[in-house]
């Protein structure tokens, strides 16, 4: 197994609380007549902790998304990442485009309450807090998901398409973690400033960061807009921000970026080396 680039893995050592490494396993559940693949993450202790349904990008439930679900179940969590293709990965951009093109929403949306119910049902645990966690395509369905109407306490958006009236977002309730640049092409900066202003003008719990000089996909470490900062930035605002929702932390103060410098490490981790690739929604 081949490590990591160094600045890659130094992120995975900054993010990751040590903690015993993730019990991992292949599950599936129906959604109405279909049979559903999704990727199971779980922290040693499954009972009475919170859980999360990570949403997969245009490319489909591949190495990269399951690690984003082992880090997130490393940080306390059980975490479940569902197959919005069923078994199709996008391989390149061109078949990633036909793959996210051909995927209905409502079928989207539909699969991943099906996520939410299967890890309410591990260990009969119906009272189980649960967020949603979604990147480029994956972003827009969690905050679909929220819009349908689902029981989730957190929506966490990595560059995801928004709404951008009061209308649309009306019918949020669950608490909503935005994360956009200003130099994407696909979700645009004027889009996130009407879906921050909706937010705001509708009361909604919501927060919303815009960087400056980002592109899509700069959370990706397979493509080509990824920015090891910037990402680590992120990772460590979610974990607050996920802990503050689903686990009850007191909320922890704004912060800029030069406040994660010294973030204290943690243990380290290993993956195959990434291959650089042109970022997709």
Do not use: C
């Amino acid at each position: 197994m081949r490590t990591w680039p160094v600045v890659a893995l130094f992120l995975l050592v900054v993010l990751l609380p040590r903690s015993a490494a993730a019990a991992v396993e292949t599950v599936s559940y129906k959604v109405g007549r279909d049979t559903v693949r999704a990727y199971l993450a779980s922290p040693p202790r499954t009972s009475n902790v919170p859980g999360v349904v990570v949403i997969h990008e245009m490319w489909g439930l591949n190495d990269q998304i399951m690690g984003v679900a082992d880090r997130m179940s490393r940080l306390g969590y059980v975490v479940i990442a569902p197959d919005l293709f069923g078994g199709k990965l996008g391989a390149d951009p061109g078949l990633a485009q036909e793959l996210m093109q051909a995927l209905d929403e409502n079928r989207a949306v539909a699969i991943v309450k099906g996520a939410i119910d299967y890890l309410r049902k591990l260990d009969d645990a119906p009272r189980r807090p649960v967020g949603t966690v979604g990147f480029g395509m994956g972003g827009r369905v969690s905050l679909a998901t929220a819009l349908q109407g689902a029981d989730v306490q957190a929506t966490v958006i990595f560059y995801g398409r928004v709404e951008t009236t009061r209308e649309g977002v009306a019918p949020l309730k669950a608490p909503v973690l935005g994360f956009f640049g200003v130099r994407d092409a696909v979700v645009l900066k004027q889009d996130v400033e009407k879906f921050q202003t909706a937010l705001k003008e509708s009361g909604k719990d919501a927060r919303i960061i815009l960087n400056e000089g980002l592109g899509h996909g700069f959370m990706n470490e397979d493509r080509a807009d990824y920015e090891a900062e910037f990402s680590k930035d992120s990772w460590i605002r979610m974990r607050e921000w996920l802990a503050e929702k689903l686990q009850g932390a007191p909320p922890k103060p704004p912060r800029t970026l030069s406040d994660f410098a010294d973030e204290p490490p943690a243990s380290p981790g290993t993956a195959a080396a990434p291959t650089p690739a042109p970022s997709g929604p």
